[in-house]
Nanobody, 125 residues
Framework: QVQLVESGGGLVQAGGSLRLSCAASGRTFSSTAMGWFRQAPGKEREFVAAITWGDKTYYADSVKGRFTISRDNAKNTVYLQMNSLKPEDTAVYYC???????????????????WGQGTQVTVSS
């Protein structure tokens, strides 16, 4: 069983920054890919970023150059540094993992079995 707990969300003005954290437990963390997704009210959950066990990173076009995903295997934690935030970044952010997900499926939320509870990010204009 894998457990994920997100933290770091909050209210920030446009142009500001936040760092989200996702602490994992229950399985060898270093050998799994980790992803961040978000869901805004009335919209479908969408891919934000992912990092493989080999530290290769992937980003949605909408966040490239502004967001950075990283991991600390010693702490079993993955981070999402969000800079130059925009009102359209407002959403509940979820981290997800699955030891079976492969790189070609990293952007597909249906391929992840384990999810955190989500953390709210609100960007005011």
């Amino acid at each position: 069983q894998v457990q994920l707990v997100e933290s770091g969300g909050g209210l920030v003005q446009a142009g500001g920054s936040l760092r989200l954290s996702c602490a994992a437990s229950g399985r060898t963390f270093s050998s799994t890919a980790m992803g961040w997704f978000r869901q805004a009210p009335g919209k479908e959950r969408e891919f934000v970023a992912a990092i493989t066990w080999g530290d290769k990173t992937y980003y949605a076009d909408s966040v490239k150059g502004r967001f950075t995903i990283s991991r600390d295997n010693a702490k079993n934690t993955v981070y999402l540094q969000m800079n130059s935030l925009k009102p359209e970044d407002t959403a509940v952010y979820y981290c997800a993992t699955d030891y079976l997900v492969v790189p070609r499926n990293l952007e597909d939320s249906s391929k992840y079995r384990y999810w955190g509870q989500g953390t709210q990010v609100t960007v005011s204009s």
